[in-house]
């Protein structure tokens, strides 16, 4: 009989919340690229009455010990939501996730899967895909390419043994998102400005900044707009108006007029695009803790951000334009306006796009147009249950 045996158990007290959030800085704290969330976010994320998924979705969180030290964790959860979405769209009827996934070796990995699955089973469901932590929209997938360097704002990082031991318990990859990156201060090419510069001389195409005196409507344009130009995505699972509201509170801090623009087009609202200065930037020397003098520092961060890499986490063309020359006019025009604020203001000289979907060729032939680069590759997988 082993002398420290390997256990694995729901998270119920409070105790057990703060060994779930702790155990993932005590497992990444050595990789260099690795970004320490504030451990108030993770918090946040996982108490039903700090995030707005909850509102849809349901789950558990387990937590391993050996020898009664934490050496591992998982979600395992469900998304009514997600049930609901045509199964021909990556997820449908009988499928559960699992996430938030970290192990201190293959056994520990193995034995939390197992036990997510059979909470999902217990739950009937009868096919899961992870690692998605919470929602779709938060952390999906498992970084299998690009551990070299850090993660920008609200994208994982995992050690690449990860891989391994996820595809050993039968999993199947069914999903690659990818992040491109591009050097923001060089421009772009000939052909791109020539579609920018004629976009300028039309007289029905205006693209403005965001008005942060107004975000609750400016937020209500841009759901509007996505829910719409994502709706046929794989994996696609609608915003609701309390997680934009809940998300608009995050990022409110770092929304910036002249980073967020929206495309009208004979006076309508049909694209958007959003960019965040990379807070990680900022948060990476905290340490997961505003204290005692970390507070300080962000605020003063926040006044004016000065840094390296802008993140545009999302944009989105109505579905009626997609395809067309004029969403790629539209996209060009908001990527240029908002590269030039960026460096202007920010000091920004590299940017990021994504996640993208590895099939998704329209904003893929955009990437590529503008000279950027596959640099994080996140894989998702499924099983039947």
Same mark, same amino acid.
């Given at each position: 009989?082993?002398?420290?045996?390997? +256990?694995?158990?729901?998270?119920?007290?409070?105790?057990?919340?703060?060994?779930?959030?702790?155990?993932?800085? %005590?497992?990444?704290?050595?990789?260099?690229?690795?970004? $320490? !969330?504030?451990?108030?976010?993770?918090?946040? %994320?996982?108490?039903?009455?700090?995030?707005? @998924?909850?509102?849809?979705?349901?789950?558990?969180?387990?937590?391993?010990?050996?020898?009664?030290?934490?050496?591992?964790?998982?979600?395992?959860?469900?998304? #009514?939501? /997600?049930?609901? &979405?045509?199964?021909?769209?990556?997820?449908? !009827?009988? #499928?559960?996730? @699992?996430?938030?996934?970290?192990?201190?070796?293959?056994?520990?990995?193995?034995?939390?899967?197992?036990?997510?699955?059979?909470?999902?089973?217990?739950?009937? &469901? #009868?096919?899961?895909?992870?690692?998605?932590?919470?929602? =779709?929209?938060?952390?999906?997938?498992?970084?299998?390419?690009?551990?070299?360097? $850090?993660? %920008?704002? &609200?994208?994982?990082?995992?050690?690449?043994?990860?891989?391994?031991?996820?595809?050993?318990?039968?999993?199947?990859?069914?999903?690659?998102?990818?992040?491109?990156?591009?050097?923001?201060?060089?421009?772009?090419? $000939?052909?791109?400005?020539?579609?920018?510069?004629?976009?300028?001389?039309?007289?029905?195409?205006?693209?403005?900044?965001?008005?942060?005196?107004?975000?609750?409507?400016?937020?209500?344009?841009? *759901? /509007?707009?996505?829910?719409?130009?994502?709706?046929?995505?794989?994996?696609?699972?609608? *915003?609701? !108006? !309390?997680?934009? +509201?809940?998300?608009?509170?995050?990022?409110?801090?770092?929304?910036?007029?002249?980073?967020?623009?929206?495309?009208?087009?004979?006076?309508?609202?049909?694209?958007?695009? =959003?960019?965040?200065?990379? *807070?990680?930037?900022?948060?990476?020397?905290?340490?997961?803790?505003?204290?005692?003098?970390?507070?300080?520092?962000?605020?003063?961060?926040?006044?004016?951000?000065?840094?390296?890499?802008?993140?545009?986490?999302?944009?989105?063309?109505?579905?009626?334009?997609?395809?067309?020359?004029?969403?790629?006019?539209?996209?060009?025009?908001? =990527?240029?306006?908002?590269?030039? /604020?960026? =460096?202007?203001?920010?000091?920004? %000289?590299?940017?990021?796009?994504?996640?993208?979907?590895?099939?998704?060729?329209?904003?893929?032939?955009?990437?590529?147009?503008?000279?950027?680069?596959?640099?994080?590759?996140?894989?998702?997988?499924?099983?039947? *249950?």
């Amino acid at each position: 009989m082993a002398s420290n045996p390997l +256990a694995v158990h729901p998270v119920s007290s409070n105790a057990d919340r703060k060994a779930f959030i702790d155990i993932a800085y %005590t497992l990444n704290g050595d990789d260099p690229n690795w970004v $320490p !969330p504030l451990r108030s976010e993770v918090a946040g %994320t996982i108490d039903p009455k700090k995030n707005a @998924w909850f509102s849809h979705g349901r789950g558990q969180l387990f937590l391993a010990t050996r020898g009664g030290k934490p050496v591992g964790r998982i979600s395992a959860h469900i998304d #009514t939501l /997600a049930l609901d &979405m045509p199964a021909d769209r990556g997820f449908g !009827p009988g #499928t559960g996730f @699992w996430g938030m996934f970290d192990a201190a070796d293959a056994t520990t990995a193995r034995a939390l899967i197992n036990t997510a699955e059979d909470w999902l089973r217990q739950q009937g &469901m #009868t096919r899961v895909i992870g690692p998605v932590s919470l929602s =779709i929209w938060e952390e999906p997938g498992l970084l299998i390419k690009g551990q070299d360097h $850090p993660p %920008t704002v &609200m994208m994982g990082h995992h050690p690449p043994q990860y891989q391994s031991w996820i595809e050993a318990a039968d999993y199947h990859p069914v999903k690659q998102l990818l992040t491109f990156e591009l050097d923001i201060t060089t421009g772009f090419p $000939p052909i791109v400005n020539r579609i920018i510069q004629s976009g300028e001389k039309n007289p029905r195409i205006v693209i403005r900044q965001v008005d942060k005196s107004k975000f609750a409507a400016e937020a209500e344009i841009i *759901l /509007a707009i996505l829910n719409d130009a994502w709706s046929d995505n794989w994996g696609f699972v609608p *915003l609701t !108006p !309390p997680e934009i +509201a809940d998300v608009g509170k995050k990022l409110k801090p770092i929304v910036f007029e002249d980073l967020i623009r929206i495309a009208e087009l004979d006076g309508e609202p049909v694209a958007f695009m =959003i960019t965040l200065p990379d *807070l990680n930037e900022a948060i990476a020397p905290l340490k997961g803790s505003l204290l005692p003098f970390g507070w300080a520092r962000l605020l003063w961060w926040l006044r004016k951000p000065q840094v390296r890499t802008m993140r545009v986490p999302l944009m989105g063309v109505v579905k009626r334009l997609q395809s067309s020359r004029m969403a790629s006019q539209l996209a060009f025009m908001m =990527i240029e306006y908002i590269r030039r /604020a960026a =460096i202007a203001r920010y000091g920004a %000289t590299r940017g990021e796009i994504g996640w993208i979907l590895d099939d998704n060729q329209g904003m893929r032939s955009i990437a590529e147009a503008i000279n950027s680069h596959v640099n994080r590759v996140y894989q998702l997988y499924d099983k039947a *249950l």
